[in-house]
């Protein structure tokens, strides 16, 4: 049974998060021929205060963007 972790800042809709679950369920499916109910996924969502990048949180990244 494939377990799949993913780890995202918050920010993504409910669509974009399923769609992109289902799209690795559906290559987990093709590429190591297990059954589509064997495979979990889960979705773990940071906020963007929890989050750095470059030393800066994913905020500041965001704030700095936004300029």
Do not use: C, Y
């Not at 369920?25 to 979705?43: F, P, T, W, Y």
């Not at 030393?55 to 990244?61: A, L, M, P, S």
Request: glycine share 6%.
């Amino acid at each position: 049974m494939p377990e799949i972790t993913i780890n995202l800042a918050v920010g993504r809709t409910d669509e974009q998060k399923t769609a992109v679950m289902r799209d690795i369920s559906d290559a987990m499916v093709k590429h190591l021929g297990v059954k589509a109910e064997d495979v979990v996924i889960q979705i773990n969502e940071a906020p963007l205060t929890n989050k750095m990048k470059g030393g800066k949180t994913f905020v500041e990244r965001k704030a700095e963007q936004a300029k």
